[in-house]
């Protein structure tokens, strides 16, 4: 056995703390960046939209789901991205498909990072159009695609997709450079936001930004933020958004809510950060550039073994494994929250420095 074969356990309570298995664990796995999950105004919000506006939407936006809340999430969302647009999809895998076959067609081209999400290529598969991966942030190997996609004539678009935090590596993209790539060769950029909003700022504005609300927004869906008439065309083309039951109320009021606390209090991103690095320097690794932090391991058997030690510790530190990652680079996922404590974080990384 080589330690791939995947299943599910049962987490019984909200993180950091979680129950499995009957044992109260610390949870260092969970993607509730700012820890508002469990707050009131989020908890609030949601009950009170179930009680005005029922359980689910019923049906998808062109039909009668189109409740008041998915606007103004989307005003929202643009106006916190400085966007003009926005539009929501039911979760973030659904939103990458959708972007990318909405837009991108046969005779077409789409460049990934080598790193970028399963939905990314999904998308990009599904769209007909020619792709071909990019080596991780290396911006001369992007450079060459972008030549040889132009070279190749016609009147085909090209699209580059990246991600603004890569979520098992929690290094991010150079998109300054990525952009000014894309505009000198009349391509569209596209940044998976999924695991920098709330935490990471985003200095630089691209023309596709799509993100989730599952994780620091700490709820469900997906959002893409672009200019008015992209918006409008996906609101036509994207089959995910179009054949999809709409978001529910509750979703889209507990986005809002946290949304509104995120942008009130970014000292809840800046923790997270914080903790990420307070554990890279007690364990002796580089300064991370973001919350997420892999412990490499290589071996998935290795990896699976550190993560039952750590739980007997009391810790919740899962392995991933391939074909999640590259073959070799099986790991622990570290993801440091607003809502750890130092001494937790010092502990943890005393029992990783122990492995």
Same mark, same amino acid.
């Given at each position: +056995?080589?330690?791939?074969?995947?299943?599910?356990?049962?987490?019984?309570? &909200?993180?950091?703390?979680?129950?499995?298995?009957?044992?109260?664990?610390?949870?260092?796995? #969970?993607?509730?960046?700012?820890?508002?999950?469990?707050?009131?105004? $989020?908890?609030?919000?949601?009950?009170?939209?179930?009680?005005?506006?029922?359980?689910?939407?019923? !049906?998808?936006?062109?039909?009668?789901?189109?409740?008041?809340?998915?606007?103004?999430?989307?005003?929202?969302?643009?106006?916190?991205?400085? +966007?003009?647009? &926005?539009?929501?999809?039911?979760?973030?895998? *659904?939103?990458?498909?959708?972007?990318?076959?909405?837009?991108? @067609?046969? @005779?077409?081209?789409?460049?990934? /990072? @080598?790193?970028?999400?399963?939905?990314?290529? &999904?998308?990009?598969? !599904?769209?007909?159009?020619?792709?071909?991966?990019?080596?991780?942030?290396?911006?001369?190997?992007?450079?060459?695609?972008?030549? &040889?996609?132009?070279?190749?004539?016609?009147?085909?678009?090209?699209?580059?997709?990246?991600?603004?935090?890569?979520? +098992?590596?929690?290094?991010?993209?150079?998109?300054?450079?990525?952009?000014? *790539? #894309?505009?000198?060769?009349?391509?569209?950029?596209?940044?998976?936001?999924?695991?920098?909003?709330?935490? $990471? =700022?985003?200095?630089?504005?691209?023309?596709?930004?799509?993100?989730?609300?599952?994780?620091?927004?700490?709820?469900?869906?997906?959002? $893409? #933020?672009?200019?008015?008439?992209?918006?409008?065309?996906?609101?036509?083309?994207?089959?995910?958004?179009?054949?999809?039951?709409?978001?529910?109320?509750?979703?889209?009021?507990?986005?809002?809510?946290?949304?509104?606390?995120?942008?009130? %209090?970014?000292?809840?991103?800046?923790?997270? *950060? =914080?903790?990420?690095?307070?554990?890279?320097?007690?364990?002796?690794?580089?300064?991370?550039?973001?919350?997420?932090?892999?412990?490499?391991? @290589? /071996?998935?058997? !290795?990896? +699976?073994?550190?993560?039952?030690? *750590? !739980? %007997?510790?009391?810790?919740?530190?899962?392995?991933?494994?391939?074909?999640? $990652?590259?073959?070799?680079?099986?790991?622990?996922?570290?993801?440091?929250?607003?809502?750890?404590? %130092?001494? /937790?974080?010092?502990?943890?990384?005393?029992?990783?420095?122990?492995?």
């Amino acid at each position: +056995m080589r330690g791939l074969r995947q299943t599910t356990r049962v987490m019984a309570s &909200a993180a950091p703390l979680v129950t499995r298995d009957g044992r109260t664990l610390l949870s260092f796995s #969970c993607n509730d960046y700012l820890g508002l999950a469990t707050h009131p105004a $989020v908890l609030a919000a949601a009950t009170e939209a179930i009680a005005r506006y029922g359980a689910g939407a019923r !049906a998808s936006r062109f039909v009668t789901g189109e409740h008041p809340l998915l606007g103004a999430l989307e005003a929202r969302l643009a106006h916190a991205k400085g +966007m003009a647009a &926005a539009t929501l999809f039911g979760t973030g895998y *659904l939103a990458n498909l959708g972007v990318i076959t909405g837009l991108m @067609g046969p @005779g077409d081209t789409v460049l990934l /990072d @080598g790193l970028a999400h399963s939905c990314l290529f &999904a998308g990009a598969r !599904a769209s007909g159009a020619r792709f071909r991966r990019f080596r991780h942030n290396d911006l001369e190997d992007l450079a060459d695609g972008l030549r &040889a996609a132009r070279a190749r004539g016609g009147a085909g678009h090209v699209l580059v997709a990246t991600e603004t935090v890569f979520s +098992m590596d929690g290094d991010r993209a150079p998109l300054a450079a990525m952009r000014a *790539l #894309c505009d000198a060769h009349d391509a569209w950029l596209l940044a998976d936001d999924a695991h920098g909003l709330g935490v $990471v =700022a985003g200095a630089v504005t691209v023309p596709l930004a799509m993100g989730t609300l599952s994780k620091a927004l700490a709820s469900q869906g997906g959002y $893409v #933020c672009a200019a008015e008439p992209v918006v409008r065309l996906l609101r036509n083309r994207a089959a995910s958004q179009i054949y999809s039951t709409a978001l529910p109320p509750a979703s889209a009021a507990a986005a809002l809510a946290a949304l509104e606390i995120a942008l009130a %209090e970014p000292e809840r991103g800046a923790r997270a *950060l =914080a903790n990420a690095r307070l554990f890279a320097d007690a364990v002796g690794l580089e300064p991370p550039q973001s919350q997420i932090v892999p412990v490499m391991l @290589g /071996d998935a058997r !290795a990896a +699976m073994a550190a993560a039952e030690r *750590l !739980a %007997e510790e009391g810790f919740l530190a899962v392995a991933i494994r391939p074909p999640t $990652v590259p073959e070799g680079t099986a790991r622990l996922r570290l993801a440091f929250t607003a809502a750890h404590a %130092e001494a /937790d974080v010092r502990r943890l990384a005393n029992c990783v420095r122990a492995l």
